[in-house]
T-cell receptor, first 116, second 111 residues
Framework: NAGVMQNPRHLVRRRGQEARLRCSPMKGHSHVYWYRQLPEEGLKFMVYLQKENIIDESGMPKERFSAEFPKEGPSILRIQQVVRGDSAAYFC??????????????FGEGSRLTVL | QKEVEQNSGPLSVPEGAIASLNCTYSDRGSQSFFWYRQYSGKSPELIMFIYSNGDKEDGRFTAQLNKASQYVSLLIRDSQPSDSATYLCAASSGGSYIPTFGRGTSLIVHP
């Protein structure tokens, strides 16, 4: 999906380092969702943001994880002091709130984090 | 806890057959239902959405929704090897707009 841009596509970190994943939503979309996908598992919701506002972060681990969507620039998912269990594919999705297709998400290609 | 359940499969069907994928959900407040297709190593791609009880057809795909039974299904007619992928079912309620995804069903269409 060329509309939602995520980078980096692949990221390797050693335990204890920080990982920053970036997401630019589709043009005209003001709502961003982050999901995590572990091997052989489904997509697990992490956080839902609008510009400068976290709407729902009920899926975010309480420690080490944070997300933002500033007025200017991409949304960023930040993982501090990474551990091997953080290795996963992190997908960003965007949606145009108010669309008749409420809940329809457009996904980026994902950022695959490997923690050594 | 909102749950969406799917059989992980794999579901194997011959080319040209009908593939039937099923999904149940726990939240009775769910109003919108989605089927996404995900090829290995790729991002999920929306293929169908359904809001009302009954059937909705789009080309070779038919989504079926039964809110009383909390059951959603996807039928793929004339299955092709290119349909081989993982199919993710998702449900969202009108209040949160946050889709909850199932683990996905792996479909294999063999020639």
């Amino acid at each position: 999906n060329a509309g939602v841009m995520q980078n980096p596509r692949h990221l390797v970190r050693r335990r204890g380092q920080e990982a920053r994943l970036r997401c630019s939503p589709m043009k005209g979309h003001s709502h961003v969702y982050w999901y995590r996908q572990l091997p052989e598992e489904g997509l697990k919701f992490m956080v839902y943001l609008q510009k400068e506002n976290i709407i729902d972060e009920s899926g975010m681990p309480k420690e080490r994880f944070s997300a933002e969507f500033p007025k200017e620039g991409p949304s960023i998912l930040r993982i501090q002091q990474v551990v091997r269990g953080d290795s996963a594919a992190y997908f960003c999705a965007s949606s145009p709130r108010g669309s008749p297709n409420t809940g329809e998400l457009f996904f980026g290609e994902g950022s695959r984090l490997t923690v050594l | 806890q909102k749950e969406v359940e799917q059989n992980s499969g794999p579901l194997s069907v011959p080319e040209g057959a009908i593939a039937s994928l099923n999904c149940t959900y726990s939240d009775r407040g769910s109003q919108s239902f989605f089927w996404y297709r995900q090829y290995s190593g790729k991002s999920p791609e929306l293929i169908m959405f359904i809001y009302s009880n009954g059937d909705k057809e789009d080309g070779r795909f038919t989504a079926q929704l039964n809110k009383a039974s909390q059951y959603v299904s996807l039928l793929i007619r004339d299955s092709q090897p290119s349909d081989s992928a993982t199919y993710l079912c998702a449900a969202s309620s009108g209040g949160s707009y946050i889709p909850t995804f199932g683990r996905g069903t792996s479909l294999i269409v063999h020639p």
